[in-house]
């Protein structure tokens, strides 16, 4: 999926939960749990500048161990809701790194927590949750990525009641390692504008042609190294050049054709082919191209320079094509 794609996206995700040492307010007691389960599932909404927002459901569940030493029963249970904000880091490659916060409210439960100074406490409490969050989106395809997290979750110190009547706070302080899947569904694309019809007043008969002068290149080809949509400095120079054509002859109307070799999925090499023609016309319009005036097309693996098998790496596949109209 496109880091600059703008859509909504569904992501799911399981991992272990850590939760610290909890002090027990007012009894003297310290419960220590055993590593635990994670669950979340979110959905959110990329804008296409690296910014994500999303809703969270997460349920977590940790065992109890022991309470001062001594062997104890049953277990902490935290279900949160989320409000969270994330950056997404574009590396031009299929690996992006993204770092957020979030806040919102979490439902933690000591449930039938037994011996403790002499009591039980099975009470549930909703406190102010806050959380930091750093991790990574690794491509699949186009739609479908796999991410992996490490979370910290915080909770204000929920109040219980203990069987003796006795109101005590514990600490909530979580540590966190996901791994999951998010789906993303694209923005759909405006279609490109007519081009409008110029009507040219009536002339005069033009005098006698002078001798033509030498026509100017009108097709020009950049390459691009696996996998990678950067334009390399070797590009640079070829772009250069047809930028330099283009305004010479007046040119009205370029067009930039991406393309990919085999070596992955159809889906995914599409948007990679049309990565590299935005590209391509970003660098156009650095140099003095108007944008209106320069068309993209992705074709993915669709017309292949070098016909190959599927999944073949082929170096003459992975370009973009330059037409001055």
Request: net charge negative; charged share 20%.
């Amino acid at each position: 999926m496109g880091a600059h794609d703008e859509g909504w996206y569904l992501g799911v995700g399981v991992g272990a939960n850590w939760l610290q040492d909890s002090e027990v307010g007012g009894l003297n007691s310290t419960i220590d749990t055993d590593l635990g389960a994670l669950g979340v599932i979110r959905f959110g909404y990329h804008y296409g500048n690296g910014w994500l927002t999303e809703v969270e459901v997460g349920y977590r569940r940790n065992n109890v161990d022991q309470i001062n030493g001594v062997d104890a029963s049953d277990k902490v249970n935290n279900l949160d809701g989320m409000i969270n904000v994330l950056y997404q880091f574009e590396t031009g490659t299929m690996f992006r790194p993204y770092l957020g916060v979030g806040l919102g409210a979490s439902s933690v439960r000591l449930d039938n927590i037994t011996p403790i100074a002499g009591t039980r406490i099975d009470d549930s409490d909703v406190v102010f949750a806050y959380q930091g969050i750093a991790g990574a989106m690794i491509d699949i395809d186009q739609a479908l990525g796999v991410f992996l997290e490490y979370r910290y979750l915080g909770t204000d110190e929920p109040d219980f009641n203990t069987d003796s009547g006795i109101s005590v706070e514990a600490e909530n302080q979580n540590h966190s390692a996901l791994i999951g899947l998010r789906y993303k569904w694209a923005k759909p694309k405006p279609a490109p504008e007519p081009e409008p019809v110029i009507e040219r007043a009536a002339e005069e008969p033009p005098p006698a042609p002078e001798p033509e002068p030498e026509p100017i290149p009108r097709n020009f080809i950049i390459f691009f190294d696996w996998d990678q949509d950067v334009i390399t400095q070797e590009a640079m120079g070829i772009l250069s050049e047809a930028a330099n054509y283009a305004k010479q002859a007046g040119v009205a109307r370029i067009v930039l054709t991406g393309h990919a070799d085999r070596s992955g999925s159809a889906s995914y090499n599409e948007g990679l082919s049309l990565r590299r023609a935005n590209n391509a016309m970003a660098e156009l319009v650095n140099l003095g191209i108007a944008q209106d005036a320069i068309a993209v097309f992705a074709k993915g693996e669709a017309e292949p320079l070098v016909p190959t098998d599927d999944g073949v790496r082929e170096p003459q596949n992975r370009r973009v094509e330059i037409v001055l109209e």
